[in-house]
């Protein structure tokens, strides 16, 4: 089966230095003929191997602005990371009608979205009775990760929306009959901080289910979005979110927004595989909800953001406790439940596991292949220093073994071969002909 995947590799940029193959969580990425080469049935566009690549030959496909032009009616989906985005003394206000200024007729704060997603979630809660801890779904590289490597997990991972795809509902529930345009008329795109989130709109557009038409990374935006700060005509428009939801954008503020059982926030892509391991093993049992942030910080780390992350963070903290973080408000907890009855945050794409390594459809030749792979580890100087192109040993064992590499890919085995080489070609040197030694014999 193939997927869908943001994160592209720039051949040209690359120069095989082997970064990326150490960082990625899921071991895509190889290098082959001086090239990286990403596996897609590994990938799960988490963006570690764009963060850590000097040469920047890893980026993620998104639309560019042009591409709002193309619906009659358009409207800005925004993270809550992207108000964390900016130094100065800008109101909220005043960013949310910049992108009125750059050609957006709406603009809509995932932020609400995230109230609306952390009650759901909290009901959610009430009525599970499986294994603790529940997961959070609403970082797309973490449920990624999950497919990948820990499908037995699939059943924790909470049903509920992402709050970028609760936010997309609500506006077209609310406001498109109001406008009086057709579905294919009005443009809804997400302003995202991260491939991953590119990665799994795109996936549920597809497949038809989706009301996202369009991602801008933050990156992308954000020279056009200063100009527009600026600038003597940008309105100021209101804020329809509250701090809880604007918490959502750092790693904890998704747990405070819930507030209600034993809580465990986890951020880094690497540290969440950690602790997925510690609750694959049944560890983790007394913790009754994980948020798990794929990106440092949270959202307000990810790849395609601009600012400090930990500046950012800061700035969010400061801004939610402005708006208010005490409780959600009173009409969005009603509004919850009303819509939680119709199944409206219910996820409508099943969670399946992504085998990432099939050795074989013949499950005796795949057992076989097993074997020969420990026995070919068992020759390899388990280094894992990465020359070969792997970034472990095992990995190697596992591509030769399926055909793909070979064991002299790794450096320490081919200076064996070639010193053996060597030692035939210094014996082969020294051997004569058994004419040519008969006749010396003569001379003598």
């Given at each position: 089966?193939?997927?869908?995947?943001?994160?592209?590799?720039?051949?040209?940029?690359?120069?095989?230095?082997?970064?990326c193959i150490k960082r990625c969580p899921?071991?895509?990425?190889?290098?082959?003929?001086?090239?990286?080469?990403?596996?897609?049935?590994?990938c799960i566009d988490c963006g570690e191997c764009i963060r850590v690549c000097e040469n920047h030959a890893k980026r993620a496909e998104s639309d560019g602005l042009d591409a709002i032009r193309a619906f009659r009616h358009r409207v800005a989906l925004i993270a809550p990371s992207t108000f964390g985005q900016?130094?100065?003394?800008?109101?909220?206000?005043?960013?949310?009608?910049?992108?009125?200024?750059?050609?957006?007729?709406?603009?809509?704060?995932?932020?609400e979205g995230a109230e609306y997603a952390s009650a759901a979630i909290r009901m959610a809660f009430g009525r599970?009775?499986?294994?603790?801890?529940?997961?959070?779904?609403?970082?797309?590289?973490?449920?990624?990760?999950?497919?990948?490597?820990?499908?037995?997990?699939?059943?924790?991972?909470?049903?509920?929306?992402a709050p970028v795809d609760v936010a997309a509902k609500l506006y077209r529930r609310r406001d498109q009959e109001a406008l009086g345009l057709a579905r294919e008329e009005i443009g809804i795109f997400f302003i995202t901080p991260c491939p991953a989130k590119i990665t799994a709109a795109k996936e549920r557009k597809e497949a038809g289910q989706g009301e996202i038409d369009g991602c801008i990374a933050m990156a992308d935006i954000y020279g056009p979005l200063r100009k527009a700060l600026v600038a003597p005509d940008t309105p100021e428009l209101p804020i329809r979110a509250g701090g809880l939801g604007l918490g959502w954008a750092r790693s904890g503020g998704e747990n405070q927004a819930i507030g209600a059982g034993e809580l465990l926030a986890v951020d880094g892509i690497h540290n969440v595989a950690a602790v997925l391991e510690e609750i694959e093993l049944g560890k983790l049992g007394d913790v009754d909800y994980l948020e798990a942030?794929?990106?440092?910080?949270?959202?307000?780390?990810?790849?395609?953001?601009?600012?400090?992350?930990?500046?950012?963070?800061?700035?969010?903290?400061?801004l939610a406790e402005k708006l208010g973080t005490s409780a959600i408000k009173p009409e969005i907890e009603a509004e919850t439940e009303a819509l939680e009855k119709e199944g409206f945050f219910t996820i409508p794409?099943?969670?399946?596991?992504?085998?990432?390594?099939?050795?074989?459809?013949?499950?005796?030749?795949?057992?076989?292949?097993?074997?020969?792979?420990?026995?070919t580890l068992a020759v390899l100087p388990g280094l894992d220093c990465g020359a070969c192109g792997c970034p472990t040993c095992r990995v190697l064992a596992e591509d030769i073994v399926l055909g793909q590499a070979s064991l002299t890919d790794c450096v320490i085995k081919l200076r064996e071969e070639l010193a053996r080489m060597a030692g035939d070609l210094l014996n082969l040197a020294q051997k004569l002909p058994p004419a040519m030694g008969q006749e010396k014999k003569e001379e003598s």
């Open positions: 089966m193939t997927y869908y995947h943001s994160v592209r590799l720039d051949e040209s940029k690359c120069r095989g230095c082997t970064n899921t071991q895509a990425i190889r290098v082959r003929e001086g090239k990286a080469r990403i596996h897609t049935n590994r900016f130094r100065g003394e800008y109101s909220l206000g005043r960013l949310l009608g910049a992108f009125r200024v750059l050609g957006f007729h709406d603009v809509v704060e995932v932020a599970y009775k499986g294994p603790r801890p529940l997961i959070s779904s609403a970082c797309p590289a973490v449920v990624r990760l999950i497919e990948v490597r820990f499908p037995s997990l699939l059943p924790q991972v909470v049903r509920v929306e942030n794929a990106c440092i910080g949270g959202c307000v780390g990810g790849p395609l953001t601009v600012e400090n992350p930990y500046v950012a963070r800061v700035k969010i903290r400061r794409v099943p969670l399946t596991p992504r085998p990432s390594l099939v050795l074989d459809q013949d499950v005796k030749k795949a057992i076989d292949k097993a074997n020969q792979i420990e026995e």
